[in-house]
Structure formats: structure tokens, C-alpha cells
């Protein structure tokens, strides 16, 4: 390929889901966070009243949407100051991240710096605009280079990990004083257990000031929505605006039902609490089930994953659990600092998560 994109990881799993299908009892799949809840029907039912919808959608999204967007970053994360000029809905936040860089007109002499563990498209995106990628999770291994873009996870996918307060200023303060673009992928910020993650956009972090910062919502985990491509970005206005002028022109637009769908999700606030009792529940399964079959369980104090580790190579642990029928994500998807772990994933049935704890005793 002309990027040199890498294989897609879990394309790679093929003998290893084969081995956990031949399961009598039939494979358990935690190897992709994909919810499996139904869609709550007051979104059904937004999305079905506004199918009728000949024109061509508002890239920039409806007022409406703005409107819910800001209202909910204020109501549920305590985001405060944020302009409806400066949320942009994204056609799925992978979509996003995976262009970032090369909306933002990187090219071969950026530095694009993600964490040391980090989902895989984050560095496809620096390949897309052939931009140069560094891991780094402390700002002291960049040394004296200046990057032009620097990712934050937090909570993480796949650790689970989530960045205190005091470090996401430091960033934020290291960054602007090299006017360094930091953009903060957030999806898993409504899922918190045993820490309470804050957005880049709080003004316990950034002054109430959104210069220089982007943080990244999605509804795929939230409020089960990854099949309608349901996601914003906001912050900083004058990136916005810029993204917003690029993607004009590009065509990336979010289907009209599919914003009105999105005004529905973030006005109602009961389905998400439900569906982050779903997964609560299911970790509070599944935890002591790794941890009594001899895992380590490391992090994972918030979002959808248990970054689990046996003691040996992650590949060695994803065969062990396929032979169960358990098919995992091995760690060195995220980086070669995974290599000792394996990534289980929250989202499968209530069914199917019992199904494991049974094989794993």
C-alpha cells in the first residue's frame, strides 16, 4: 500500500477464533469492544422520524445537535465555556482519528506522538499522511523535539488506565507553550469503576481555556451505536472551523437521521446510566473469574476492557483461552509493551460472559 499500512490486526486471529469456534458450547468473542445491546427506542424512534430526509445533511451538524452536544458535555462531564461552533459530528470517531493527521495537513517532517499502549488506528493515522509516529507516555522521552499533534487516551483503550488530573494539565501546559495540538480521545469517559477519569475540556484541567485541545466523543459504547457511525469532536473553535472547512469539501458528512439519533442519545441520560450497569455487572463478573484461573489483572480502573496477563507471551495466552473457546486480543496489537498481556473485552452478552466464567473455572 502507498501508506504502508500494517496488516489489520484482527484479521490476524483467524486460527485462533477457529480454535475457540470448535468450542462445543460455541465461542465466546471478547476479542472486539462491539456492543451487543439493544439500541434504547427513544433513538430508534429519532432515527425512524427523520429517515424522510432527501437533502444533503450540515456537515457542521444541525443546531440541534451542537445544542445536545454542548449540554451534555456540560451535564454529564462538567465541561464548561464551550461554544456550539466548536462540535463537529464525525462520521464515527475511528473515521477521525484515523484522518486527523491529514486534515490537519501533517506531512513527512510532523511528529505525531501516542501513547505507548495505544489502539491501533491511531497510528495508521500518522501513516496516512505519512507523518512520523513516536510512543511516548511522559513528555521527558520526546526530548527537544516538538511534535505537532500528541494523542491522549485516557480512559485507555486497551489499559483501562486513566490519567489524573495533574497530568493532563501538565500536558496541556507543555503544549501550549510549544503550540503543540493535543487531542484527547474520550470515548470510554462514561464508563468509570475504580478511578474518575476528566475530559481535556474541564476546567479543572485546562483553565476553562480551549485553545490547542480536542476531545473526542463517541456513542458506539455508550449508547450501543457503533452501527450508526455516531460521533463529535470539540474544542478549540479555530481547529474546529478548520475541520469543519476541510471536511466540506471532502464529503464527510454524518447522515441527517443519524444526527437526529445523536440528539436523542445525549438528551437522555437514563439509557447510558442502564447500559453502563450492563457493563458493570459483567465486570464484576468476569474479574474475579480471571483473577481465580491465575490472570493478573493490570489497570482497567474504567472502560470496556480487563488487561489481563498470565505471566507469558500474549500469543501463548490467547491460545490457552481459544482452546476454552474464549477469543481474546493479544497485546502487542497496542504496542510492543503489550507483549505480555491480552485485552478482554466487556461486550458480550449476559450469556456469553457466563459462558466464560464457567470455562475459566
Not at 430526509?53 to 445544542?67: D, E, I, S, V
Not at 485541545?213 to 474544542?235: M, Q
Amino acid at each position: 500500500m502507498s501508506a504502508a499500512l500494517p496488516e489489520f490486526p484482527w484479521d490476524t486471529l483467524a486460527q485462533a477464533r477457529a480454535r475457540a469456534a470448535a468450542h462445543p458450547d460455541g465461542i465466546v468473542d471478547l476479542s472486539v469492544g462491539t456492543p451487543v445491546d439493544p439500541v434504547a427506542p427513544l433513538i430508534r424512534d429519532a432515527l425512524a422520524a427523520a429517515s424522510s430526509a432527501p437533502g444533503y445533511p450540515a456537515t457542521a451538524g444541525t443546531p440541534q445537535l451542537r445544542q445536545s452536544a454542548v449540554a451534555a458535555l456540560t451535564r454529564r462531564y462538567g465541561v464548561t465555556g464551550l461554544a456550539e461552533s466548536a462540535v463537529l459530528p464525525v462520521i464515527g470517531t475511528k473515521e477521525l482519528i484515523a484522518w486527523l493527521p491529514t486534515l490537519l495537513g501533517l506531512g513527512e517532517t510532523s511528529v505525531v506522538v501516542v501513547p505507548e499502549l495505544a489502539y491501533p488506528t491511531y497510528e495508521v493515522g500518522a501513516r496516512l499522511a505519512r507523518a512520523q509516529l513516536v510512543r511516548a507516555d511522559s513528555l521527558t522521552q520526546l526530548g527537544p523535539q516538538t511534535p505537532a499533534l500528541v494523542y491522549l487516551n485516557s480512559p485507555s483503550n486497551p489499559t483501562g488506565r486513566v490519567l489524573g488530573v495533574d497530568h493532563l494539565r501538565k500536558v496541556v501546559g507543555w503544549a501550549r507553550e510549544r503550540g503543540v495540538l493535543v487531542a484527547s480521545d474520550e470515548c470510554y469517559l462514561g464508563l468509570a469503576w475504580d478511578a474518575e477519569p476528566q475530559s481535556v475540556l474541564h476546567p479543572a484541567v485546562c483553565g476553562g481555556d480551549h485553545t490547542g485541545l480536542l476531545a473526542v466523543h463517541s456513542l458506539s459504547k455508550t449508547s450501543s451505536l457503533a452501527g450508526y457511525r455516531a460521533g463529535f469532536v470539540a474544542g478549540d473553535p479555530r481547529v474546529v472551523a478548520e475541520l469543519l472547512a476541510v471536511r466540506k469539501h471532502a464529503g464527510m458528512i454524518v447522515p441527517t437521521p443519524v444526527q437526529a439519533a445523536m440528539v436523542a442519545a445525549l438528551d437522555d441520560d437514563d439509557h447510558e446510566r442502564q447500559q453502563r450497569e450492563r457493563y458493570a455487572q459483567r465486570r464484576a463478573v468476569m474479574l474475579p473469574a480471571l483473577r481465580a484461573a491465575g490472570f493478573t489483572i493490570d489497570h482497567s480502573e474504567a472502560g470496556l476492557y480487563l488487561w489481563a496477563s498470565q505471566g507469558q507471551d500474549c500469543h501463548q495466552t490467547v491460545g490457552w483461552l481459544a482452546e476454552r473457546g474464549i477469543l481474546v486480543a493479544p497485546g502487542d496489537f497496542y504496542g510492543p509493551g503489550g507483549a505480555w498481556h491480552v485485552r478482554v473485552a466487556l461486550t458480550a452478552t449476559d450469556e456469553r460472559i457466563a459462558a466464560a466464567v464457567e470455562r475459566l473455572r
